[in-house]
């Protein structure tokens, strides 16, 4: 796919103008590019990751291009037991540098035994916990963006996280919402814990559990963990839709680069605007439908890729991501059903090749928001567990028991 551009711009112009931000230092890790993909279950798997890497390098600044790009949450549990699933989650492509993994546990023995297994095996060179995510299996269970509230389990399991991957130079980062509602918030008490159990940095998702994705990001309470941390580095996320989204995250909260989640969603090549504007240039792709569609087919194939071949488990994966690759376009009613049945690559071909390839890139229609939302609501949580902030009872119990049921790799 190549950029629609102004005449006086080409891929990878930056004559005249400076890099926006330095190179990301994590630990020994440096990420040239300060934008990272945010991990999303089941959507940053290696296909997706390849896919917005593809486009990410195609910006046109060479090695000063590179992101991170972070890999589904991965369940501690299922990967000390090994489970075919996780083994598969964690793989990476042979090029892809660095390899992230996110890992979810609560339990800090088995986040530990995770950790230790990911670097003594050599399966990563970066690692993130996840303590933002706020769906009601994860939440209910004390994990996730529930997790921070109890503060010494927190402690616990950065500090363990760290322990076993710092002599291996691996660095652990935290990604974490505000907090669990507006009375209940963590993060700048949070940012602190981890910042002084030695994660290498700390990323907000300026969003309490709560929200889930509805209203609007906090940018503010961004800038308030930024000047709390003045002595790690702090990403940005929430509310980031384009290029120019990001710059003015960073121009407001003075952020040291930003995590990028939905905004990609069914655009894998904002990547490439995002390199470009964070190298100072002002490349930005605006595909037609015809180059949407070879996207959303290349897509196709490395998901079958990654499914050993399974064409029919890979088009079942590519379905969920149709309605935000066509989003504002002229695809028909008819056309966009039958793709979100397609069993065979062959399907995928057929159905595109009725699109009118020529259609240009409808603009505002296809801009903005993309992903449920959701709306706000109660948090599922254990139960007493806002009772205190120390671990007891009945919270202590489930979190004993609470890897076991939450499924997924």
Request: aromatic fraction near 6%; hydrophobic fraction near 40%.
């Given at each position: 796919m190549t950029a629609t551009l102004d005449a006086d711009t080409r891929p990878g112009h930056t004559a005249g103008v400076h890099a926006v931000l330095p190179p990301l230092q994590l630990g020994r890790v440096t990420v040239p590019s300060p934008v990272v993909l945010a991990p999303m279950a089941g959507i940053t798997n290696r296909a997706f990751r390849r896919l917005c890497r593809e486009f990410g390098e195609s910006a046109g600044v060479g090695e000063s291009g590179r992101c991170l790009y972070v890999s589904e949450m991965i369940t501690s549990r299922a990967l000390v037991e090994r489970t075919p699933e996780s083994m598969r989650l964690i793989?990476?492509?042979?090029?892809?540098?660095?390899?992230?993994?996110q890992l979810y546990g609560v339990d800090p023995a088995t986040v530990r035994a995770a950790v230790r297994l990911l670097v003594t095996e050599d399966r990563a060179d970066h690692i993130d916990l996840n303590f933002g995510c706020p769906v009601p299996k994860v939440t209910r269970k004390g994990g996730?963006?529930?997790?921070?509230?109890?503060?010494?389990?927190?402690?616990?399991?950065?500090?363990g996280a760290v322990a076993e991957a710092e002599p291996?130079?691996?660095?652990v980062t935290v990604k974490m919402r505000k907090g669990i509602d507006?009375?209940?918030?963590?993060?700048?008490?949070?940012?602190?814990?981890?910042?002084?159990?030695?994660?290498?940095?700390?990323?907000?998702?300026?969003?309490?559990?709560s929200q889930s994705y509805s209203g609007t990001a906090d940018w503010d309470a961004i800038a308030?963990?930024?000047?709390?941390?003045?002595?790690?580095?702090?990403?940005?996320?929430?509310?980031?839709?384009?290029?120019?989204?990001?710059l003015a995250m960073v121009a407001r909260t003075g952020v040291d680069g930003v995590v990028v989640g939905r905004g990609c969603l069914g655009r894998p090549w904002l990547f490439a605007d995002l390199v470009s504007a964070f190298a100072g240039g002002d490349t930005r792709v605006r595909p037609t439908l015809g180059e949407v569609g070879e996207a959303l087919r290349r897509h196709a194939v490395y998901l079958t890729e990654f499914y050993d071949g399974d064409e029919f488990r890979a088009?079942?994966?590519?379905?969920?991501?149709?309605a935000w690759y066509l989003k504002g376009f002229p695809a028909g009613h008819e056309i966009r059903h039958r793709l979100a049945l397609v069993d065979a690559l062959a399907d995928v071909d057929d159905l595109l090749a009725a699109l009118p390839a020529d259609a240009p890139w409808p603009g505002e229609a296809a801009e903005g928001p993309r992903g449920r939302a959701g709306?706000?609501?109660?948090?599922?949580?254990?139960?007493?567990?806002?009772?205190?902030?120390?671990?007891?009872?009945?919270?202590a119990?489930?979190?004993?028991?609470?890897?076991?049921s939450v499924s997924g790799g």
């Open positions: 793989t990476h492509d042979p090029d892809e540098n660095p390899r992230s993994v996730g963006s529930a997790l921070p509230w109890k503060t010494e389990l927190f402690r616990g399991i950065v500090a291996y130079g691996v660095p507006e009375d209940h918030l963590t993060y700048l008490d949070a940012g602190r814990i981890a910042r002084d159990s030695g994660a290498a940095a700390v990323a907000l998702h300026g969003r309490t559990a308030r963990l930024r000047e709390a941390l003045p002595d790690v580095p702090v990403l940005g996320n929430g509310d980031i839709w384009s290029a120019e989204d990001a088009c079942r994966d590519i379905r969920k991501h149709i709306s706000p609501r109660a948090v599922a949580l254990p139960e007493g567990w806002l009772e205190t902030r120390d671990l007891t009872g009945a919270a119990r489930n979190i004993a028991q609470a890897e076991l």
